[in-house]
């Protein structure tokens, strides 16, 4: 994908409006806790700059995820999670920011993703080395 269509894609998305009932992030399949994943959240500013923000993966399932940043995240803030495994492969995921914890200095959120992705699910099962669940 060349430059300017990631460019389209991503502010595309950063405009998306998602009712009251997609906001809720009740996951109720198997997340995977996974050591082995690199995971950046992209986000746009006031301006329309973009930002990457290294974050740390807690769990993740084809339906959200639990991430733990160093910078502040805004509720109901559109991002991009893009999550890179051992061998290279990357998954880009367009997400929402829907809940925050902020205990004992660490800033946690729960995302929801756009839409349900099979394909990271099927992924993350198969790559899975460990078998840690929550």
């Known amino acids: 994908m060349n430059q300017s269509k990631k460019t389209e894609t991503c502010?595309?998305?950063?405009?998306?409006?998602?009712?009251?009932?997609?906001?809720?992030?009740?996951?109720?399949?198997?997340r995977y806790i996974r050591t082995d994943l690199r995971a950046v959240v992209y986000t746009a500013n006031f301006f329309g700059f973009?930002?990457?923000?290294?974050?740390?993966?807690?769990?993740?399932?084809?339906?959200?995820?639990?991430i733990e940043s160093p910078k502040k995240l805004i509720l109901r803030k559109k991002i991009i999670l893009a999550l890179r495994f051992k061998n290279g492969k990357v998954f880009q995921i367009k997400a929402m920011v829907i809940r925050k914890t902020d205990s004992h200095h660490l800033l946690q959120y729960g995302l929801k993703f756009?839409?349900?992705?099979?394909?990271?699910?099927?992924?993350?099962?198969?790559?899975?080395?460990?078998?840690?669940?929550k």
């Open 11 to 30: 502010d595309d998305f950063f405009e998306l409006k998602l009712t009251e009932s997609q906001l809720n992030n009740k996951r109720s399949i198997t």
């Open 50 to 66: 973009k930002e990457k923000i290294p974050v740390q993966l807690h769990d993740i399932s084809c339906k959200g995820a639990l």
């Open 114 to 133: 756009e839409r349900y992705n099979n394909k990271l699910g099927d992924y993350l099962f198969e790559t899975q080395k460990d078998l840690i669940f």
